[in-house]
């Protein structure tokens, strides 16, 4: 698990502060986006090289966790 590195970075200087996957440019709404529009995470990888597999899975797993935290 990539525990150790962040999954999402936001700084001024990159998009103007919009949340991106750590590395890249790539917002992490434009992930949210394609799932909500039915898209596949190999749609949306195919789409957006810069972004590997592994954070897109990390990101999904905080999220999920985060949503457990709520209901439990």
Do not use: N
């Amino acid at each position: 698990m990539m525990s150790q590195s962040p999954i999402i970075t936001v700084s001024p200087d990159v998009m103007s502060g919009t949340p991106v996957f750590a590395g890249t440019r790539v917002p992490v709404q434009t992930l949210l986006d394609y799932l909500k529009a039915g898209e596949s995470i190999d749609d949306f990888l195919e789409g957006f090289p810069t972004v590997k597999r592994e954070i897109v899975i990390a990101f999904l797993e905080a999220a999920q966790a985060q949503i457990l935290k709520l209901v439990a």
